[in-house]
Every structure is written in structure tokens, then in C-alpha cells.
């Protein structure tokens, strides 16, 4: 079992930024990790995965080139660097594992969970 706390969220105007950081209770080198978000009203959303290496990222149209997703695997911490944020990045951010190597953007694909932190990006 791996268990996630995020945070960091917050309060943010448009143009601003933040930096979410989810701590985990145990990664292993091969453990995939993600973020996702949703907004209210919405379905859950894939922004950012990171392969079990560190090498290899994904993102969302939507957040690429803003958003940048990092592990550091000997302190168990994964970050999601968020720069020129929008009001349509208004969220529930949440940091997601999956017990393989590869990254992917399917929200079924990974078995762990975090509670999420709130992102509010006000105009």
C-alpha cells in the first residue's frame, strides 16, 4: 500500500504560480506517478505522468509548457511545478501511483490516490 498527501494548493491571481509536492509513503524506482485534477462539475482530468525513472514525461495539451511534473525518489516527493496559470486551472489537484514503470493518462490506470489539494486561480 502507498499512501499520498498532497499540498501546496492555494490562492493564486491569473499569471501567478504555485507548487504542489505530494509525499509519499514508499515509491519504488519502477512506480509510475501522475496528476490529475477536477474542476467542479467536471470528470477527472490527466495533467502530467512521469515514467518510474524520472525520464520520461507526459502532459496535457492543456498545461503544456506551463506545468512541469518532477520526482525526487530518495525522498519519496513528487512535484508539479505550475507557472502562468489561468482560471481554467481552477481544481482539485490530485497525485495518483501506479504499480508499473510506464506513465499513462488513463485515470484507471493507477492504483494509489492522494486526497487532493485545492488550486484556485482567481482573474
Known amino acids: 500500500q502507498v499512501h499520498l498527501v498532497e499540498s501546496g494548493g492555494g490562492l493564486v491571481q491569473a499569471g501567478g504560480s504555485l507548487t504542489l509536492s505530494c509525499a509519499a509513503s514508499r515509491f519504488g524506482i519502477s512506480s509510475a506517478i501522475g496528476w490529475f485534477r477536477q474542476a467542479p462539475g467536471k470528470g477527472r482530468e490527466f495533467v502530467a505522468g512521469l515514467n518510474g525513472g524520472g525520464g520520461s514525461t507526459l502532459y496535457a495539451d492543456s498545461v503544456k509548457g506551463r506545468f512541469t511534473i518532477s520526482r525526487d525518489n530518495m525522498k519519496n516527493t513528487v512535484h508539479l511545478q505550475l507557472n502562468t496559470l489561468k482560471p481554467e486551472d481552477t481544481a482539485v489537484y490530485y497525485c495518483?501511483?501506479?504499480?508499473?514503470?510506464?506513465?499513462?493518462?488513463?485515470?484507471?490506470?493507477?492504483?494509489?490516490w492522494g486526497q487532493g489539494t485545492q488550486v484556485t486561480v482567481s482573474s
Open positions: 495518483a501511483a501506479r504499480q508499473t514503470y510506464a506513465s499513462s493518462g488513463v485515470l484507471r490506470d493507477y492504483d494509489y
